[in-house]
């Protein structure tokens, strides 16, 4: 039987790869029966959608959430190019 | 002007420096590794002018650029600062656990489907604060595998592990980083009623 921490360990991995037959059916009847690993895979995959939304959305509007680059770096670097 | 094949330097800075940082700061979170690296961008550039073939536009060109610098940076954060023990200890947190491997006290109910955070500053700002408490060889391998999206054969190359180790530090990553957002984002924001 599966623990909890052997189950947290599993969800990650998971993510990453894909599990043997028997790792995926220990985990799926350990997730049936365990409140709180079903909501850590939650969570995690919560997480990831979270993060790719906001890559997504920096990258496709042209991104408002962090500052531009500062007037100050903005002139270092165009005096960088100007001597290259 | 900047659609033709001619890349024209005198007005990158101002057409395409803001985009550039912002892809920056979003892998590497720290302001003057990222100007540097967007400097460093437009100066490869430069120098290589002739590489530009006009088939991709101008901006996807440079981030390819900035892409290689960043990923020549964790390369060299990972050989600056090679695995500790630490890093792949079992537990990130060792109190989640009791003896026989349950849960201590679970995860919160997080409430709803929060699903449109991502669009949130505030969330952003505490991601990246939970991302900066991580090892940097935590955080980067998170960056690469779930803000640059590689696969995992890859990053293992680039921050020098085998997979199995990959898996642990994602693993741990994961755990810490979630355990920080329930901390000072979902619970927090129940609290306060915020």
């Known amino acids: 039987m599966l623990s909890c921490k052997d189950v ?3 969800i990650s991995e998971s993510m990453d790869t894909s599990l043997p ?5 220990g985990v799926w009847l350990h997730l049936l029966m365990c409140k709180f690993c079903a909501r850590y895979e939650r969570q995690l995959l919560l997480i990831r959608e979270t993060v790719r939304g906001l890559v997504g959305a920096e990258e496709t509007a042209g991104g408002t959430l962090w500052e531009p680059l500062s007037e100050g770096a903005k002139e270092r670097i165009r005096k960088s190019l100007g001597n290259p | 002007m900047a659609k033709s094949a001619n890349p024209d330097p005198s007005e990158w800075v101002a057409q395409y420096g803001d985009y550039l940082f912002r892809y920056a700061m979003l892998r590497l979170r720290d302001r003057s590794t ?3 690296l967007v400097q460093e961008t437009f100066l490869a550039a430069l120098k290589d002018r002739g590489s530009f073939s006009g088939n991709s536009s101008e901006s996807t060109w440079l981030v390819g650029i ?9 390369r060299h954060q990972a050989r600056e ?5 630490g890093d792949l200890r079992e537990q990130p947190d060792p109190s989640a656990f009791d003896g026989s491997g349950h849960w201590t006290s679970g995860p919160t109910d997080w409430g709803g489907n929060p699903a449109d955070l991502y669009r949130e500053k505030k969330f952003l700002d505490q991601l990246t604060k939970c991302l900066a408490g991580l090892s940097p060889n935590h955080a980067n391998a998170f960056t690469l595998r779930e803000i640059e999206g590689e696969d995992t054969g890859e990053i293992c190359k680039v921050l020098n592990v085998t997979e199995t180790n990959l898996w642990v530090i994602l693993h741990r990553a994961r755990m810490q980083l979630r355990r920080c957002l329930e901390t000072h984002w979902f619970n927090k924001s129940t609290e306060e009623g915020s």
Not at chain 1, 21 to 25: L, P
Not at chain 2, 66 to 74: G, T
């Open chain 1, 8 to 10: 947290t360990q599993l």
């Open chain 1, 21 to 25: 037959i028997g790792k995926r059916i």
């Open chain 2, 34 to 36: 990222a100007e540097d």
């Open chain 2, 66 to 74: 900035l892409k290689h610098k960043i990923m020549d940076h964790f």
């Open chain 2, 81 to 85: 600062a090679p695995l500790e023990n």
